[in-house]
């Protein structure tokens, strides 16, 4: 029992230490750029050494990953029972797209870094949209069935639309237009004309 | 002139003294015709990505083909003025108002080219919805390349292979097309 708790609370500490570079990173990459932040910065940061950085990701590219995690998206997949349903699946859409707003910076750098030819953003930007297209893709498969092959690439584009979209229209103020009511409807109504109508 | 000088140094890396240079102007003329290096930019914007871009004929009736032709001249535009594009997106992420301001402008005038076409067909609210999906998908397809093929991004837009995913993911947001039908049989089924 001692032996569990002891994991536990190193786990704990393990946790928030990977929460501190995330956070110094994050920092340091929406203000410098990722190519110009060195891990040795990020360590100044935190208050770590480049060792320890090291020690929770092998690379840069490591973290820049774990930034950009994709929220929610297991909330996608259908349930057991087989109930998910085209109005669930576009609520869970919205829902994922939203809580984005929080990589609202990282984003930006993504255009900027892409813009500049940055191979570290352009990697990272094709491989974030495959993860996401990857996940969509069996549930569409399960509501739609299979003649819809280019609907998740669809989903996705149109997201990473409205995504720079807003981001170019409403600069710094991003976080609170995503926020308003009126930008959630927008979000609904969009993937509702690409979703395909069920069945009647 | 100016749009080779931007391109190569930057908006802020240009000076208006190196513009003049360039173009065998004094800084006096060259003050004359635009009041700031703003003013060069906004006119650069102006009139060439609108005007490309062309007016969509309203009140003929809507057909994907007319639609796709209009998604080519986007495409065209933006490849032809590669520079530009970068440019001003670059401005207005780096928050500068008016790079901000005729970026939203461009963006509004394609949607309402949009949904032009589609009033012809559609009550005003749901051409609005499918010209805002058109063009935001539109938008989606197009900084996507931006990002991930950098300078190689005007080369991408003219690839048949990269106009005819386009083309494909429109036709999804169309309200009248069922995959696997063509064109015709899209339109057709959509007026009856």
Same mark, same amino acid.
């Not at chain 1, 935190?46 to 090291?54: E, R, W």
């Not at chain 1, 690379?59 to 909330?75: C, E, F, Q, T």
């Not at chain 1, 576009?90 to 191979?119: H, I, Q, T």
């Given at each position: ?10 786990? &704990?500490?393990?946790?928030?230490? &990977?929460? &501190? ?37 092998? %690379?840069? %590219?490591?973290?820049?990953? %774990? ?33 984005? %707003? ?82 959630? &409807? ?15 | ?18 513009? =003049?240079?360039?173009?065998?102007? +004094? @800084? ?7 009041? +700031?290096?703003?003013?060069?930019? @906004? ?81 005003? @609210? ?23 093929? =950098? ?7 003219? +690839? ?28 057709? +089924?959509?007026?009856?």
């Amino acid at each position: 029992m001692v032996q569990q708790a002891r994991t536990t609370w190193s786990e &704990r500490g393990r946790e928030s230490t &990977r929460l &501190r570079i995330l956070d110094a990173a994050r920092e340091l990459f929406a203000r410098d750029g990722v190519d110009t932040t060195s891990v040795r910065s990020i360590a100044e940061r935190c208050g770590l050494t480049d060792a320890a950085i090291y020690y929770y990701y092998p %690379a840069k %590219a490591d973290i820049l990953d %774990a930034l950009l995690v994709v929220p929610g998206m297991g909330s996608l997949r259908p349930s057991e029972d087989g109930t998910a349903s085209r109005a669930a699946f576009l609520n869970r859409l919205v829902d994922f797209f939203c809580s984005w %707003a929080e990589n609202a910076d990282l984003l930006r750098l993504l255009l900027a870094g892409g813009l500049e030819g940055s191979p570290a953003t352009m990697a990272f930007s094709t491989g974030i949209k495959g993860s996401v297209e990857a996940q969509i893709d069996p549930v569409v498969r399960k509501l739609f069935g299979g003649e819809f092959p280019q609907l998740p690439h669809a989903i996705c584009m149109l997201l990473c639309g409205l995504m720079y979209d807003t981001l170019l229209a409403c600069g710094d103020d991003f976080a609170a237009v995503v926020e308003q009511p009126v930008f959630r &409807r927008r979000v609904f109504t969009l993937l509702d004309l690409v979703l395909p109508q069920d069945p009647l | 002139m100016a749009l080779d000088l931007f391109g190569k140094h930057g908006f802020e890396g240009t000076s208006v003294k190196a513009i =003049g240079q360039q173009a065998g102007l +004094s @800084d006096g003329a060259l003050y004359y015709h635009f009041r +700031s290096k703003r003013e060069i930019l @906004d006119a650069l914007w102006d009139k060439t990505v609108a005007r490309r871009i062309g007016e969509a004929p309203a009140g003929e009736p809507l057909t994907v083909e007319g639609l796709l032709r209009l998604v080519d001249a986007m495409l065209e535009a933006g490849a032809e003025r590669a520079s530009q594009v970068r440019i001003m997106i670059r401005q207005a992420l780096a928050g500068d108002r008016i790079a901000i301001e005729l970026r939203n402008q461009t963006t509004a005038y394609w949607k309402q080219q949009f949904a032009r076409q589609f009033e012809t067909r559609l009550p005003a @609210d749901e051409a609005d919805a499918h010209a805002d999906a058109l063009s935001t998908l539109f938008l989606g397809l197009t900084f996507t390349t931006l990002v991930d093929h =950098g300078d190689r991004f005007a080369e991408v837009f003219r +690839s048949p292979a990269f106009r005819a995913e386009v083309h494909d993911l429109m036709r999804l947001t169309l309200p009248f097309c069922r995959p696997g039908e063509d064109d015709q049989q899209c339109e057709q +089924s959509f007026s009856a």
